[in-house]
Each structure stands twice: as C-alpha cells, then as structure tokens.
C-alpha cells in the first residue's frame, strides 16, 4: 500500500497559463477542472470583453480577506448569515511616470447575530492570515473596514 506524502503549504505552488486569443484578448486557465477566464484591457486599448489584470488582482484581495475572516469566523462557531465585500484599487503614476497601483479599499460587510465578543477577536486577527493582502501590502498600502449590518 503506497501513502501520498503531501507537500506542505510553504512549498506547494500554483501555476496559471495564460493563451493568447487576439488584440489584448487571454484566455486563462486556472488547471484542476476549474473554469477559464478571458481578460481583456479595457477600451481604447481593448475591448472590455473581461476583466483586466488589476481587477483580477483586486478579486484576489477581496477573497483572500474574506475566506481569512469566515475561516476565521466558522472556527469561532459563529453563524455568518451574510458576507459582502467590496475591493477599489485606486491607481496613480509613480516617479517615472507610469500608471501603478497606489492603493487598495477594501470595505467588507458582516450579518451575524452571534456574540461580539466573538466577532471583535476574528476582526482582530483575520488580516494576518491573508497571504495575498499581507504580501502586497510591501508595495502599495491596503485599508480594511468590517462593518457589520
């Protein structure tokens, strides 16, 4: 009987390969059985046909976050009834004068009706475990916000 020895965490890879369909046009295939995604750059460049890169960056964040605080959450045994969040990149020119990102928002509202003591320790914590944020924070600046409805 042969046992499969699982890599850990900190040496697992992913990998996404990208097919060039046409102008600014890729098709993105994520592997596993997951479904492909088509970018696109937004007009004058392309033609709009799918996110760009930033937005793809921008869901990445906003999901990073949100799994970290319903994980987060559901270890707490707390019943989340609802989880809305919501990722503005704001973009800016560096020194040489090219467009970057300057800066993310990322607004996250929480339902629950469970005990806040529970809740605040969660909020207290979640961000650390957000491997996307917590990395690209050393290049631009990310403010989070939980509200809770």
Do not use: W
Request: glycine share 8%; proline share 5%; net charge neutral.
């Amino acid at each position: 009987m042969t046992t499969a020895i699982e890599t850990p965490v900190e040496h697992q890879t992913r990998t996404v390969e990208l097919e060039h369909i046409d102008q600014y046009r890729f098709r993105i295939a994520f592997g596993e059985g997951l479904p492909t995604l088509i970018a696109d750059e937004p007009p004058p460049l392309g033609t709009g046909t799918g996110p760009e890169a930033s937005r793809f960056l921008a869901a990445a964040i906003g999901n990073c976050l949100s799994a970290s605080l319903f994980l987060c959450l559901q270890k707490s045994r707390v019943i989340v009834e609802a989880m809305r969040t919501s990722v503005t990149l704001t973009m800016g020119r560096n020194e040489q004068g090219r467009l970057r990102i300057a800066r993310g928002d990322v607004q996250i509202t929480l339902q629950t009706s469970e005990n806040a003591g529970k809740v605040d320790r969660c909020l207290g914590m979640f961000e650390d475990y957000c491997t996307v944020t917590a990395t690209l924070r050393k290049a631009f600046p990310i403010s989070v916000t939980v509200s809770r409805s």
